[in-house]
């Protein structure tokens, strides 16, 4: 690439770099767009590790000028086996920007881990460096003194990857020598802690991170976690924590695990810890985010368990028991700052992301972040005779969930010879309660753990589990509830010795060692119901299978050995608390998933209200056919029937059903509750008594592992059995209605009926000409209850046999055999003939009388309305000229001649504004105003003719019309006229009426406005 002689890579004269046989590692790191052709593009990185000469270290090259970058390296300590160096790098980037990192050979083995340099512009005359977190540097070295960290990026950058060995090469040059190359990487030191590390996490982690749409840390190369090749050494695991995620969250659910090195004949033991995310599969990858010497051979993790709306706690708490070494993260182990409270850890409990409380033998000690740093409040002495666990609750009494510092006043301590006190911090003189001389102890004295109800803030309630601390084996569960008990409750589950208790969902659990009885596998005792009355006795579920025969496991880790986690279902751990051995499964860390926690099956037949019918004889309810929703994981379920909606008058109760089919489970309780049938099917017997409400409820019994585990009940249903009526019958069989037995004249096209028999869908009728019905008639089947005969008509005078049986869905026996006799020829009814008969003699006046009222109506119809009009009129209207009186039927012949000349006029076509009328002298003279004569009112007269006008009102279309338009002219929406209505030929009443009320509103109105009128 140069040509000639190449560049020296030193900063000092020539021939002042390291000789070949001083140089014990090289490396040589070139920009993604080096070229060696193009002078502006040829830069490279070098670094040396040689035993002697100031020239050793890193260096970046501009094609032929020379820069010395090399890092600050970590001194190391006294007795140190050579002078530390850089074992390699790495760098990413272009020939203008990039990062580049520097690995360093050696560190000090109490440390056990290796620190790595970074710079972001190692282009500067004298780059800036940033070493690798204290806490969270790639893990080697430990004993050995040598890590070699041998460092490289991934491809986009995005992480950087970092192996350690505790090869010892202090001799430059290549030689088959102890510590010269290369056999000098073959000596290995084993439990010196080197591995495989990534920084600044696994892909997997990175990819909960994205779907949790978290921040992704882009420092690369200064927080490091180890995720294989690990040489440690896991004498026991020690504690175990878990966190999972509200529900419909896009987090992801974590679990912390912490192990212990006790190697006696390594001279530094390393204790780790190591994190997961996902579900409960423990046998995926666990990546280490803690790597420490702890000055004890026990440790605790513990972490906040309280949920917001859509995320959960990352805080996480490391502490050495019966030590000072407490590590506190704000990050999932990401991160970790050391606390100092000066106080040595029996136990702790996290109260909120950024205060805990630290249990100290009989002393308990607050802390709380204050900026970033931790401030710590005087001790508070519990008065005990010693200290064992500590907790805080969920939610304190008064306080609102879902913000910092809410969670942090009360706190209860267990003490190690079956004591519990408790105190509210948020008090301005903080005392342990009771006061001593009133303190009770649990029946079984010991090692006690003590826990709070998931609802504390309202029901006050603290449960405490106890192993003695003599012989182990006694020990049970008990409750408290803070202002009102005066004595310990007994919650007597089955099991003795417990070293853990827990509750999540209103479900508590305790961990047991000694069981009842024995040969059973220690395990987990479950109630779902720890706040329940006593007596009776609480209803308890042992938890053990999974776990090998005896003596397969030890629950029995302190200060506490069981842990719960709660997402869709209630998560149980615990650790065997053996040497951890994993082929032999010793030691290892146990996970049981509770799915009967959260719901009941949910019950579907018969619904609420629903109407059992029953047997009319016995006064017994028919069968009750129940159904419910399958559980998952269920196979088992058990049945309840009681009088009372609290079940405390219980007439069945059914707890091993086993469905016919898992998929939808269902049992029948049979007709009356009589049969003692105990197949899987039939739920058990009893008695269902007419006129009653039942209560019924079902549940999970049993899981699909075989466990007898019990859910919650399901939703109470009730129904009625119906009032029995008595009734007596002239047949056990059908009864056969029509025709009735022996019935006589019969027609011969009869109809048949019976009276229905319960539930039947189909019947079988028979008619026959014998009763052995063998010569047939008809036989058919029918659904309803009556049949018509249509066939041929039958025979005269002939007796017939019938009868009805039904056939589905059961057959019965036949109805009684009915016969009929059809009716004689000489019998059958013969067409009458109706008699002529003469009307009696008043229908003859009656017909006069109505034909005379006719012919009046029909004249009166044809005459002028005016004569019957009201005898007030207005001036403008023509009135009758009163001469002389004449014969009535002349003046009906002159008024219908007037009319008729009247009509001709005026149904000219020219308009009456446009005619010259010169009409003849009589029709002028009787058109003509003149002056009326008064006579005197005939009283018979007058009503005569109101009852003529009334009759011509009700029968002549002209007189309504008349009188429409006479009402329309007095409310002033027509103009009066002194002519009659303007008579249109063919057209309707109603178009006539239109034309002339439109056409005197057109003399009346604006034209504009007819629209508006129409």
Known sequence: ???????????????????????????????????????????????????????????????????????????????????????????????AAG?????????????????????????????????????????????????????????????????????????????????????????????????????????????????????????????????????????????????????????????????????????????????????????????RILCIAT?????????????????????????????????YSPDEGQTWQYLSPNITVTDLTLAS???????????????KITGTNWAWDAQKDTLLNSGHTIATPLENPGKKTGGEGEHEDWVAVG?????????????????????????????????????????????????????????GTSGKMYRWTVGKSTAWDELEPPNNAFYGICQARDVLYGVWNIATPPETPPGVDRTLY????????????????????????????????????????????????????????????????DTMTRKGPWATAPPSGDLIPVDPVSGRADEVNFAWDSLESATGYELEIAKDKDFTIRILSSDNITPVDQTAPAVYFPAGGLSPTPASAIGNWGNLEAGH????????????????????????????????????????GLKLLKPSTGCRDVSLTPSFSWAPFPKTTAYEFVLARDPAL?????????????????????????????????????????????????????????????????????????????????????????????????????DSEPQPFTGKSTNPFTRIIKAVSLRMRRSRYLDKPQSREAMEPEPDAQFQQAIKPRHIVEKPANPFSEKMRALFNRIAEATSPRIRERHYLDELEEKGIIKPEAAPIEELPRESLLSRLRHNILSRFRKRQHPEDEENFQ
């Not at 006690?448 to 006050?460: A, L, P, W, Y």
């Not at 549940?699 to 466990?707: F, H, L, P, V």
């Not at 049949?787 to 025979?795: A, C, G, N, P």
Request: hydrophobic share 35%; aromatic share 12%.
């Open 1 to 95: 690439m140069y040509g000639g002689i190449p560049p020296e890579v030193t900063t000092g004269g020539p021939c002042t770099s390291p000789k070949a046989g001083e140089i014990i590692t090289a490396d040589l790191e070139l920009p993604s767009d080096f070229s060696g052709q193009d002078f502006s593009l040829r830069r490279l990185y070098v670094s040396n590790d040689a035993i002697t000469g100031p020239q050793t270290g890193v260096y970046r090259l501009d094609n032929l000028v020379i820069y010395g970058i090399t890092p600050p390296i970590t001194p190391l300590s006294a007795g140190a086996p050579r002078p530390n160096g850089v074992s390699s790098i790495a760098y990413y980037g272009t020939y």
């Open 530 to 593: 720890p706040r329940s009355a006593i007596p009776p006795p609480i209803e308890w579920d042992d938890l053990t299978t999974g776990l090998p025969t005896p003596p397969s496991v030890f629950f029995t880790r302190e200060p506490t050995a069981l842990k719960i986690s709660t997402n869709d279902y209630n998560n149980l751990w615990a650790i065997d608390d053996r040497n951890y051995d994993f082929a032999n499964k010793l030691g290892c860390l146990w996970a049981y998933t």
């Open 99 to 287: 990062a580049l990192l520097a690995g360093e050979v050696a560190t000090d083995p109490a440390k056990g881990m290796v620190n790595i340099q970074r710079t972001s512009n190692p282009t500067a005359s004298t780059p800036t460096w940033q070493r690798s977190d204290n806490f969270k540097s790639p893990t080697g070295g430990g004993v050995s003194w040598f890590a070699n960290a041998q460092v490289a990026w991934s491809f986009d950058g995005a992480r950087a990857y970092c192996g350690t060995s505790a090869a010892n090469p202090t001799i430059g040059g290549t030689n088959w020598a102890l510590n010269q190359w290369p056999r000098a990487w073959l000596n290995t030191v084993p439990l010196d802690e080197s591995a495989f590390s990534i920084s600044p996490y696994s892909r997997t982690y990175e990819q909960d991170l994205l779907l949790a749409e978290k921040t992704l840390d882009t420092d690369v190369g200064t927080i490091w976690n180890q995720v294989g090749i690990i040489d440690t050494e896991t004498s026991f695991l020690s504690d175990v924590a878990a966190l999972d995620v509200p529900e419909d969250s896009t987090d992801y659910p974590v679990r912390y695990l912490a192990s212990i090195n006790n190697n006696a004949p390594v001279a530094q033991n390393f204790d780790s810890v190591w994190r997961r995310t996902g579900d409960n599969n423990l046998l995926q990858t666990w990546e």
């Open 353 to 367: 992301e950024t205060s805990m409380y630290i249990l100290s033998d009989t002393d308990v000690r607050r802390g």
């Open 774 to 874: 063998s010569n047939y008639i008809v036989k058919t089947t029918i659904s309803g209850t009556a049949y018509e005969y249509k066939e041929d008509i039958l025979d005269t005078g002939t007796v017939y046999y019938w009868q009805v049986r039904a056939i589905k869905p059961v057959p019965s026996d036949p109805s009684p055999v009915s016969t009929f006799t059809t009716i004689t020829a000489d019998e059958e009814p013969q067409p009458s003939i109706p008699k002529k008969t003469s009307p009696p003699f008043w229908i003859w006046i009656v017909i006069g009388i109505y034909a005379v009222l006719i012919v009046a109506l029909i004249v009166f119809a044809s005459m002028k309305p005016a004569y019957f009009g009201p005898t007030v009129k207005r």
């Open 415 to 471: 003490s190690a010879d079956g004591y519990v006190t408790y105190a509210d911090f948020s008090a301005v003189n903080v005392q342990f309660l009771p006061p001593p001389a009133q303190r009770i102890p649990t029946p079984a004295a010991g090692n006690t753990h003590v826990v709070f109800d998931e609802k504390f803030h309202e029901n006050s309630i603290i449960y405490a589990a106890s192993n003695d601390t003599a012989a």
């Open 693 to 732: 409400d039942y209560y019924w409820r079902v549940r999970a019994s049993r899981a699909a592992t075989g466990e007898i585990i019990h859910s919650p009940w399901s939703a109470t249903m009730y129904f009625t059995v119906k009032i029995g009526v008595p009734t007596t019958a002239e047949h056990l």
């Open 295 to 327: 000055a004890s051979d026990d440790a605790i993790v513990r972490v906040n368990p309280r949920k917001t709306e859509d995320k959960r706690s990352q805080a996480l708490v490391f502490a050495g028991t019966l030590s000072t070494d407490i590590r």
